[in-house]
């Protein structure tokens, strides 16, 4: 139990559905966050929010749509996505300053 | 140049080795080092946190920080097959929250 809880762990989607991960922190932490991981490849930051605030965006097509409607609730919304977007989804939080914990992440399969 | 290199492996070790893992990166602000361990489907785990350059020690587990050299290593002593994961390396500049820079990941396996 890391205290950031995401579900679904793991979803196979349509190209052309919507759905929604959700990630839920009980650590009292000020900031969450999203993270991509595919193979290979280093883990990619996607977005941050700091008190409910979204302060970082890296770039990330809008097909990816974050919400954050408290400190400690996270979502990531996605449309339309593209079988490339298939990857592991990681959410973490911190306390402003300091380091992150992540949750399990949610697995991600578009076909 | 890529802001942290990390050989992804993966590295094989027998059981009660001595491992060592490394990361080099090129940005000289970076001042907080973490080592993350992640699991076969899991999500990465906090194992290691320092700050600037020195070492730091847990149990079978040191940290170790060059920044003149931007360098940081993870040893791991009495190597245990429950040690087999991947071994990420993070760091970051002094920041109001946490921007982390990570590594590819090294793989490792500890044989019994």
């Known amino acids: 139990e890391t205290g950031v809880t995401q579900t679904p762990r793991h979803l196979v989607m349509g190209m052309t559905n919507k759905k929604s991960l959700k990630c839920e922190q009980h650590?009292?932490?000020?900031?969450m966050y999203w993270y991509k991981q595919s193979a290979k490849k280093p883990l990619e930051l996607m977005f941050v929010y700091s008190l409910e605030e979204r302060v970082e965006n890296n770039s990330v097509p809008s097909r990816f749509s974050p919400e954050c409607p408290n400190s400690s609730h996270l979502f990531l919304h996605l449309h339309t996505l593209q079988p490339e977007d298939s990857a592991l989804y990681l959410c973490?939080?911190?306390?402003?300053?300091?380091?992150?914990?992540f949750g399990e992440g949610s697995w991600l399969t578009v076909v | 140049q890529k802001e942290v290199e990390q050989d992804p492996g993966p590295l094989s070790v027998p059981e009660g080795a001595i491992v060592s893992l490394n990361c080099t990166y090129s940005n000289s602000a970076f001042q907080y080092f973490m080592w993350y361990r992640q699991y076969s489907r899991k999500g990465p785990e906090l194992l290691m946190y320092t700050y600037s350059s020195g070492n730091k020690e847990d149990g079978r587990f040191t940290a170790q920080v060059d920044k003149s050299s931007k360098y940081i290593s993870l040893f791991i002593r009495d190597s245990q097959p429950s040690d087999s994961a991947t071994y990420l390396c993070a760091m970051v500049e002094n920041s109001g929250y946490s921007t982390l820079t990570f590594g590819k990941g090294t793989m490792l396996l500890v044989s019994p």
């Open positions: 650590l009292g932490h000020n900031a």
């Open positions: 973490a939080s911190s306390q402003a300053g300091n380091t992150i914990y």
